[in-house]
């Protein structure tokens, strides 16, 4: 059974030069998670859950801004959950600044916290959605247990007290990246030499396609890349009905996971390039597709594609307008006793493959929404991703998306 399952890691470092102050995987993921959320959403949630989308695009646009010629996925559910809990832990204009960047300044602590947890471990079906947590405190660093709580009580993040100097205790922080990923990721964490706080967050998709691709019908057939170099890739193909937009420029699909809560949908631009539509399209826009599509009878053709991706994100951070919490005045003061120490590095791994049988888990320009141009044909469709292409897989239950991404490159 064709499945779709992806991986990501969040490092987060406080550091002390401070200002006083395969499918058996499938299978056992499936049994082993733990909780199945609500399945409706209030309007709190709701909120953040937009907000939380718009800081995704917008950081997804930032990294990709210098140009890029490599595969991106990255997953926004667990960038935000940990700058929402760092951010419950700052004061003044550290804080300030984090959340206007995350577009939640109209929230309280408690209101981001009740949002975040209902998504922190989601069963639906064959699929699992799993975002764990876990803090790691120098041994001789006093955090207040106020922030302890929080992280605990509602970010279900775990406390250990470690010494990053022990090759021992280094050990066990890759450990549980590892055990968090299904050994997807296995990066070590590269300490500096004045971490003070560690803080981990790892998010695992595993999901079955709701109608699978048959392995009879996946063939090598061409794909022009971002350079617009022709490589052969292995293309699955399958035709039914789907969840279906198009328009003169653009084409849009959904392909479900089985029960229908997750779903994968891409984006294909035909006249221009996915970087190009990822810079002028806006968060409003997007949704926009996303509430025109319509069940139409077609056929898809996707390649399969495996990838792994890393970057420091602190870069596109400070250009959209986190900065303090990287400075000397960064005021941590609600998680640091006696001293408040500056955010020394956030780096994100992530992982996904896409094939007919599961392993563990684009751009153009368009006049207003798109939607004037749309073509109103409603003969079978082909929608052939034989080029660049953006994709996001979506908790549609909690209106929040879980992995981003840009495939550029399917080979490689």
Request: aromatic letters at 8%; glycine letters at 6%; hydrophobic letters at 40%.
């Amino acid at each position: 059974m064709r499945s779709s399952h992806c991986a990501a890691v969040i490092v987060l470092f406080l550091i002390g030069c401070a200002r006083t102050g395969t499918q058996e995987a499938l299978d056992q993921a499936a049994a082993t998670s733990a909780t199945t959320s609500r399945l409706t959403s209030n309007a709190t949630e709701l909120s953040v859950a937009s907000a939380s989308n718009r800081f995704a695009l917008s950081l997804l646009r930032e990294t990709q801004s210098q140009g890029s010629s490599e595969n991106v996925v990255y997953s926004p559910l667990g960038v935000t959950t940990l700058l929402d809990l760092i951010a419950s832990g700052a004061q003044g204009v550290t804080k300030e600044q984090i959340v206007k960047t995350l577009g939640v300044e109209n929230f309280s602590d408690a209101q981001l916290a009740a949002a975040n947890r209902n998504i922190l471990a989601v069963t639906d079906g064959e699929n699992s959605l799993a975002n764990a947590s876990a803090i790691w405190i120098m041994s001789k660093v006093d955090i207040k247990p106020s922030f302890v709580r929080t992280a605990e009580r509602d970010y279900h993040a775990e406390i250990n007290r470690v010494d990053f100097s022990k090759e021992r205790d280094v050990g066990r922080i890759n450990e549980w990246i590892s055990a968090s990923t299904y050994k997807t990721i296995r990066s070590p964490v590269q300490l500096t030499p004045g971490t003070k706080m560690l803080l981990t967050s790892a998010s695992l998709f595993l999901g079955k396609w709701a109608a699978p691709f048959a392995p009879s019908q996946t063939h090598n057939a061409p794909f022009r890349t971002s350079k617009g170099v022709e490589e052969q890739v292995h293309m699955m193909g399958e035709g039914g009905q789907f969840n279906y937009f198009e328009s003169t420029s653009l084409e849009v699909v959904e392909l479900p996971y089985s029960g229908r809560r997750f779903s994968m949908f891409v984006f294909l631009p035909r006249q221009s390039t996915a970087d190009d539509f990822l810079r002028r399209v806006d968060y409003a826009e997007l949704n926009g597709y996303l509430q025109s599509l319509e069940k139409r009878e077609g056929r898809v053709d996707l390649p399969t594609f495996k990838i792994r991706y890393n970057i420091d994100l602190i870069p596109a951070l400070r250009t959209l307008g986190i900065t303090r919490a990287f400075s000397t005045d960064a005021d941590f003061d609600k998680i640091f006793v006696s001293h408040s120490f500056p955010i020394d590095l956030i780096k994100h791994n992530a992982y996904i493959d896409v094939n007919e049988y599961g392993t563990i888990a684009s751009a153009v320009t368009v006049i207003g929404m798109g939607l004037a141009a749309r073509a109103t044909r409603q003969r079978p469709f082909v929608m052939t991703m034989d080029h660049p292409f953006l994709f996001l897989i979506i908790d549609k239950v909690a209106h929040t998306l879980v992995f981003v991404g840009i495939v550029r490159k399917p080979s490689s």
